[in-house]
């Protein structure tokens, strides 16, 4: 019966995991604990997925995202508050120090109340630009639901998203439009390489504010493709923040509901965007492993006797100018509950650089092999004629995928006096030593011509008496 129990122990323990690559621990941070059964489907989901779900009230006197200096959690879902801020334990430079510790976090907005302040100073912390009128929602004359919005036109129907590129992996797929239900409109910092925008307002959107009485509309915050609805950020450290413009999106009555957009009726994607939206947030979509990080001289051109190390030797700390070297990378990426073999998208290309301060070699790599849960991928090279210190380094960064930057530090020798080509193996070198022994020949010629060669006989003179 030993085996038994523990295998059940060992069931427990499997069911108990999340899914997540960086923990299980979640904070719901929810004011209204009346609220908590309108997200009842969300939650089922995420304890499905192994999540152990802590639900506070950001007012709770205890509450705080660290301890004895470690994280408390390892991801965080914001619920807009009914207050004016989510409290002390909340504050923009505590959620900041959150996502520096590699933390995540879910943040969902709301145009029924008003912005706190706390969160527009940490949006724009992040590039993330929200409007300064706190009523502002985002409203659309031809993409709206026909049933329940009617008249007001605030509950928007868009399209699943698609890539932003065709070299980047599209984690947020379907086939069903999705519900947005009055939401708060953001704007994007276009040059931050950290920023992407996962579901945008279709071109005829605009944002509004439904307590102005004007007929028209005059200084708009944004307009069509320049607002985004649900926007995701990545930092350096491959911590997630997912930015929701509604929080209604989350919630039941918008899981599976019946629409009606252009007089054709539809079913809503929420429950799979939902679904979508988290698992990369929480880190169980798009994260990659480094495993095996080598470089060694390429056996089929150098010569045993060209470095003071074996050729099998992997990850050397010395190699010589014009070494052929070959560098392997093993790459894995998190998929759901396990590693599979990475493959970038169509267009896309994993790359190595061999740099001192800029590098002499930028080189895509290759795949060469694959295993039950990565893939290889190399390339050969010969290193520049420069001594010094390098580095092997791939620096892959791509969007709604994790950070890989791996390097490793070389010395890169000149040629020592014995290694050096003999003179009559290089060709250029020819017309010298041709030279020489013509000078030497001729010399030896002159001096045998002048050692056989007898004196001149010269004609005696008679004195004349």
Known sequence: MRWLSSFLLLAVAGIASALSASGNRLLVVLEDAGEKDKYSQFWTELEGRGYDISFESPKKSDLSLFRLGERSFDHVVLLPPKSKAYGPALTPNILLDFLKAEGNILLALSANTPTPS?????????????????????????????????????????????????????????????????????????????????????????????????????????????????????ARNSA?????????????????????????????????????????????????????????????????NESDYPISELNPAIYRIKNDVTFTIELSEWVDDHYEPFEPPAGDEVQVEFSMLSPFHRLPLTPVGKTATSTLYSTSFTLP??????????????????????????????????????????????????????????????????LWSAPVKQASIKKQQ
């Open 240 to 304: 997630r923040i997912s930015v929701l413009g509604s929080n209604e999106m989350l919630q039941n009555e918008w899981f599976d509901a019946k629409v009606k957009l252009g007089g054709k009726d539809a079913t809503t994607g929420n429950k799979l965007f939902s679904k979508q939206i988290s698992e990369w947030t929480f880190k169980e979509l798009g994260v990659l492993k480094v495993g095996k990080f080598q470089h060694h001289l390429d056996e089929g051109k150098s010569k045993s």
């Open 385 to 450: 004629d420069q001594h010094g210190i390098f580095n092997f380094r791939v620096n892959y960064k791509r969007p709604f995928l994790t950070n890989v930057d791996q390097k490793q530090q070389v010395t890169v020798r000149h040629f020592a006096h014995d290694e050096w080509p003999r003179s009559w193996r290089i060709s250029g070198a020819w017309v010298w030593i041709g030279g020489i022994w013509v000078t030497v020949a001729g010399w030896l010629m002159f001096v045998a011509l002048w």
């Open 118 to 234: 706390g969160v527009v100073s940490l949006l724009l912390e992040l590039d993330i630009h929200l409007p300064s009128d706190r009523n502002a929602l985002v409203v659309d004359h031809f993409n709206y639901d026909g049933v329940s919005a009617a008249e007001k036109h605030d509950i928007l129907l868009v399209s699943p998203p698609k890539a932003i590129r065709p070299d980047v992996k599209n984690y947020f797929a379907g086939s069903s439009p999705i519900a947005v239900p009055r939401a708060v409109p953001q704007t994007l910092c276009a040059t931050s390489p950290l920023l992407a925008p996962v579901l945008r307002a279709p071109g005829t959107a605009y944002s509004y504010n439904p307590k102005d009485e004007a007929e028209s509309v005059e200084d708009l915050f944004a307009t069509g493709q320049q607002i985004a609805l649900v926007s995701a950020l990545q």
